[in-house]
């Protein structure tokens, strides 16, 4: 063993690929160690029913099916089949195992990195590529859902595989490569069926890049016939029960209506509580169906005619989502534990925001070596994105989108070394940006420390010139005392529960709508609260109340606002004469309006507690005073204190120190990280002020 290891670091791809190599052997540890803890965290969870809810049992139900012949029977798929035959598959040969095929799927998405590195180092350079695997690894919501039967386990792989056997047809002409890519491809849309919009972009991209036409003929047909030829079993199968020309699942109807209909927020809202409008659309909208009066398309495309500037609207609402919104309120909680509470994925520290726009400066300035590679990454990424916003967006759709995301984001901080020395304005510049928005996006203290070590350590290199050495603790003191900055806004805005993809009951008559909160801190000042609406005239006058007590015996806030001024999905401000002693007191706030009917009602926003509860310290509550009813759910609000800047320091310190926030837990050792990092501060940047002078 001791010579075969001998002679294996020997090995020239061993030697030039070490650290790639170590990346993986890192991901492998980390992708099987997730999903056993939270094994050990839910021991039943996996025992007599697959983890994570609805659609994992479903997935499980529909591999018995398969098995037994009984499935999809006589009717159309009317899901995805790739999943449920994966588990079919496993449960043939190894038996039902409901762990097994969740540390299967962690193993199989070591492909994902392999072809992930290669990606980005044919794009850009072997340190980008390594940086983006290891970026990918750091990611905490793809290794929050490999423990749930989920198909974007499956979807992830076979399609940054895609992109990587095109890249290597791209580099030498084989058609080889590109059956491979046809393959997954196939494979990938019988887990995402939007994935086949990806045809036409390959299709686009080899008639740009074309040898001939007559290659490209044979090429193009080859491709597209050969996906084709892969999934007609199911289209076949789907045109035999039904008579319709179906390619994969029959829930693309319905997919659509879900995110383009007057309800619809752009999110899976049927997933959501059953009394939601867009849900009680839907219901409606079946018994017509059944009846054969309209079909989803049809009331689509009714839609988008009579009221397009809503479907415009909604449509820019979801391309935020895809694109910019955070991962946290795009996630869909299957088990009752959150990253936050996890002890392996909250100290990874690469989060969506930061990643996407750093990406974005990636794709405008760093420049790929590869401009036909980059072609085709624009193209079949773009089409996907393109075919994903039409539908509606969760989390787990955007996880195809995060390898070549995480690419780009690497491929910015890689050119740093290049641009100090070639182009200093421009790495200047970056670095500023950066910096600035640092404030805004705490996370993107990774990508900076990476981008000024490797440019400052280039410049200073060769010419040992301290300027760049005391600029690099200036930027790591900046980043250290920034930190204290984030945390105290966080700490002054911690009583909050600012997730809003649930719409409140109606507020009508006597009843009221409300929420219990604990405050943190003295002084209790402002108010926010979420506002929602319905397709409807709100015309009518509402409410605001704060009490101590549910039965409002002491109203410490009463103020009033115009029903017909609020929109959906806004904020309403309030603010009132401190109160001095609040910290660690229960308030009930709550609205009422009245005079308001079913017809000019409006609501509250908020989410729902099942099965996360995101605010443990209140509950929402609904009813007439006196006789409140719980709802399972948490109206969105944020409670804020009057606080001096030194109070929202002393409480931004705390909060470092209750949530260990640097691993520490002491306030003491938070203080002495300030004092130390605002004294580095001064030292080095009086160090460059000196340095410039004796030049």
């Known amino acids: 063993m001791a010579e075969y290891l001998r002679q294996l670091t020997k090995n020239p791809f061993f030697i030039s690929h070490t650290i790639p190599i170590f990346v993986l052997l890192l991901t492998f540890v980390l992708f099987l160690s997730y999903p056993t803890n939270l094994h050990a965290t839910f021991p039943n969870g996996f025992i007599n029913k697959p983890f994570c809810g609805v659609d994992a049992q479903t997935h499980h139900q529909r591999a018995l099916g398969l098995i037994s012949g009984q499935y999809p029977g006589d009717k159309p798929w009317l899901f995805i089949p790739f999943y449920p035959a994966y588990l079919a598959t496993l449960y043939v040969f190894l038996g039902i195992d409901f762990f097994f095929p969740v540390v299967v799927q962690s193993i199989f998405n070591l492909i994902t990195c392999a072809a992930l590195y290669a990606i980005g180092r044919y794009l850009f350079s072997n340190l980008a590529g390594t940086l983006a695997t290891l970026a990918f690894v750091l990611y905490a919501p793809f290794i929050y859902y490999l423990p749930c039967y989920d198909q974007s386990l499956l979807t992830v792989p076979f399609f940054t595989l895609t992109v990587f056997f095109l890249f290597k047809f791209q580099a030498n002409r084989q058609i080889r490569w590109l059956v491979f890519a046809a393959i997954c491809v196939a494979l990938s849309a019988l887990s995402r069926p939007t994935i086949l919009i990806i045809v036409p972009a390959v299709l686009l991209w080899l008639f740009i890049y074309r040898i001939s036409f007559k290659r490209f003929l044979l090429e193009a047909l080859g491709f597209a016939g050969l996906v084709l030829i892969l999934i007609s079993p199911i289209t076949w199968h789907n045109y035999q029960t039904s008579g319709l020309f179906i390619p994969l699942s029959k829930n693309g109807g319905v997919n659509l209506f879900t995110g383009n209909n007057p309800d619809a927020s752009g999110l899976d809202s049927l997933a959501h509580v059953q009394s939601q409008p867009a849900v009680l659309r839907h219901v409606e909208l079946q018994k017509r169906r059944i009846s054969g009066e309209t079909t989803y398309s049809a009331e689509v495309f009714k839609y988008i005619r009579e009221q397009p500037g809503d479907w415009i609207q909604l449509t820019g609402r979801k391309v935020w989502l895809w694109f910019g919104e955070a991962d946290r309120p795009l996630i869909s909680p299957f088990f009752s534990q959150t990253i936050e509470e996890s002890m392996i994925l909250r100290w990874l520290p690469i989060e969506w925001q930061a990643m996407a726009f750093t990406a974005l400066l990636g794709l405008v300035l760093a420049k790929s070596r590869q401009h036909q590679a980059n072609m085709l990454v624009w193209l079949v990424y773009g089409f996907f994105s393109l075919a994903t916003i039409l539908f509606f967006i969760q989390l787990r759709f955007r996880l195809p989108f995060v390898p070549i995301v995480v690419i780009y984001a690497m491929a910015l901080v890689t050119q740093a070394s290049n641009w100090i020395q070639q182009n200093q304005k421009r790495y200047w510049l970056v670095l500023i940006v950066l910096l600035a928005m640092y404030l805004i996006l705490p996370s993107l203290w990774i990508f900076i420390l990476i981008y000024s070590l490797r440019g400052l350590w280039a410049a200073s290199k060769p010419s040992g010139d301290v300027v760049h050495r005391w600029t690099f603790i200036v930027i790591w003191s900046y980043l250290v005392v920034g930190g204290f900055f984030i945390h105290s806004r966080m700490a002054a805005n911690d009583v909050s529960q600012t997730i809003a993809h649930y719409l409140g009951p109606r507020l009508v008559g006597q009843g009221i709508l409300g929420q219990t909160l604990q405050m943190d801190c003295d002084g209790f000042d402002s108010l926010w609260i979420k506002m ?96 409140l009813q719980k709802i399972e759910a948490d109206f969105a609000f944020v409670a804020t204190c009057q606080q001096s800047l030194w109070q929202k320091l002393l409480a931004g310190v705390d909060y470092m120190a209750t949530h260990k926030v640097w691993v520490l837990s002491s306030t003491k050792e938070y203080w002495i990280i300030l004092g130390l990092h605002l004294v580095l501060l001064i030292v080095s940047t009086i160090g460059i002020v000196i340095s410039l002078r004796n030049k």
């Open 532 to 627: 929602g609406t319905f397709d409807n005239n709100h015309d009518q006058p509402v409410t605001l109340f704060l009490t101590k007590d549910l039965d409002a015996q002491q109203t410490l806030l009463a103020g009033q606002f115009d029903g017909s001024k609020v929109q959906d999905n806004t904020w309403l401000h309030f603010e009132f004469e401190p109160l001095p002693d609040s910290n660690r007191q229960t308030y009930f706030f709550f609205i009422t309006s009245p005079t308001s009917t079913v017809d000019n009602s409006l609501t509250t926003r908020g989410y729902s507690d099942v099965p996360i509860d995101y605010y443990k310290s209140g509950q929402a509550y609904a009813g007439a005073l006196g006789s």
